[in-house]
C-alpha cells in the first residue's frame, strides 16, 4: 500500500486547480451552467473539451471549480444552457444564441476567440481564479 501511495504521489503534485467566477448569468431564463477547459486542438467546440461538466443555475453569479486539472496551458468557454439540452444554440451563421464567454473575458468578433488569447496557465499545486461575463 505505501510503494503505491509513493508511485502516485508525482502524479497528484502535478496538478492544480481553476476556479471560474461567472457572472451575467440570466437567472430569469434558468437552465444549466456548461463549463469546459479546452487544450487547443477542438477549443471552443461544445464536446472538445478536455474536461466539462454542467451545473444548475442558482444564483446570478457562480463559481465552478474544476481540481486536479495537469499543469498546463488550456482555455475555457461556459456558456447558459438554457434549453439544458448539452449543446450551444446557434442562428444561421453561427452566432452565439445562448449567453456565453470566455476565459480571460475575450470576446466574439468575426468568430470564437483564438486559444492564444482565451489561454491561461494551470501550475502545480496552486489555484488560479479567472473571471467570467456571460454575453
Not at 503534485?13 to 451552467?33: A, P
Not at 465552478?64 to 439540452?85: M, P, R, S, T, W
Not at 475575450?106 to 496552486?126: E, L, T, W, Y
Request: a positive charge; charged letters at 20%.
Amino acid at each position: 500500500m505505501i510503494l503505491w501511495l509513493l508511485a502516485i504521489s508525482p502524479v497528484f503534485s502535478q496538478t492544480g486547480t481553476v476556479i471560474f467566477e461567472v457572472d451575467g448569468i440570466d437567472l430569469k431564463r434558468g437552465g444549466d451552467l456548461s463549463s469546459g477547459v479546452f487544450l487547443e486542438p477542438g477549443f471552443p467546440k461544445v464536446g472538445k473539451q478536455f474536461r466539462g461538466q454542467a451545473t444548475a443555475i442558482t444564483s446570478s453569479t457562480m463559481k465552478v471549480e474544476f481540481k486536479d486539472l495537469l499543469a498546463g496551458v488550456y482555455a475555457a468557454a461556459i456558456y447558459q444552457d438554457i434549453d439544458k439540452n448539452s449543446d450551444l444554440k446557434t442562428n444561421w451563421i453561427g452566432l452565439p444564441q445562448e449567453p456565453i464567454g470566455f476565459s480571460n473575458n475575450v470576446r466574439i468578433k468575426m468568430g470564437p476567440p483564438s486559444f492564444a488569447d482565451a489561454q491561461f496557465q494551470v501550475q502545480p499545486n496552486k489555484t488560479v481564479t479567472l473571471k467570467i461575463t456571460l454575453r
